[in-house]
C-alpha cells in the first residue's frame, strides 16, 4: 500500500473532512491539520499527499496555502487536491484549485487528480436564509470522492508497473 497523508482544512460544517474520511479509507491515508503537521517530515515520510480546504472567498484556505508553501522541493512527488465549496468550480473561468495546484507544482509535485464536490454553506448572509446544499456533501458526492481515491490509486500502480524492470526472459 502507498503511504498517503491528507492534509485538511474543514471549519464551519464539517463538509470537507466528510470528503477527507471518504477519501482515506481507500487510501489508508492519515488526516492531519496543516498546523498539526511539520512539512518537512511529511515529504520525507509520504508517497502520497492530498491536500483538501473548503473555498473561502474563492480559493483553499489560508492556512494550507501557507502549509504548501512551506513544503520542500520535491519534484515527482505525488500530490492530489480536494474541495468543497458553496458553488460549482469551473477551471475555465474561477479555478478553486488554480492558487494551491501552483504552488505545488513549483514544488516539483504532480498533481495526479482533482476533485470538488457541493459543500453546505451559511456563509454571510446564507446562514439568515438557511444556507444553501444542505445536505452537501451527500453520499453520492462521497462515493464519487471514494471513485475518485480509486483512480489516484490505480495511476500510482500504473506508473510503478511502468518503472518495474520486466520480467520476460530472452
Known amino acids: 500500500m502507498v503511504r498517503s497523508v491528507i492534509l485538511c482544512v474543514s471549519l464551519h460544517h464539517g463538509n470537507t473532512r466528510k470528503v477527507a474520511e471518504a477519501i ?8 492531519l491539520r496543516p498546523e498539526d503537521a511539520d512539512p518537512k517530515e511529511l515529504v520525507e515520510s509520504y508517497e502520497l499527499m492530498g491536500f483538501g480546504s473548503g473555498i473561502y472567498y474563492g480559493k483553499p484556505h489560508r492556512s494550507l496555502l501557507e502549509f504548501a508553501e ?5 519534484v515527482g512527488a505525488a500530490a492530489f487536491v480536494f474541495s468543497t465549496s458553496g458553488i460549482p468550480r469551473i477551471p475555465i ?7 494551491l495546484v501552483k504552488i505545488l507544482r513549483e514544488k516539483g509535485f504532480r498533481i495526479l487528480g482533482e476533485f470538488t464536490c457541493r ?6 448572509v446564507l446562514r439568515k436564509l438557511g444556507g444553501m446544499n444542505r445536505g452537501r456533501p451527500s453520499s453520492s458526492d462521497l462515493e464519487k ?14 506508473e510503478i508497473s511502468l518503472n518495474e524492470p520486466s520480467q520476460m526472459s530472452l
Open 145 to 158: 470522492a471514494r471513485k475518485f481515491a480509486e483512480s489516484l490509486l490505480a495511476k500510482l500502480r500504473a
Open 93 to 99: 473561468f474561477h479555478d478553486y484549485h488554480k492558487p
Open 70 to 74: 512551506r513544503l520542500p522541493k520535491k
Open 24 to 31: 482515506s479509507r481507500v487510501l489508508n491515508a492519515e488526516i
Open 119 to 124: 459543500g453546505f454553506n451559511t456563509h454571510g
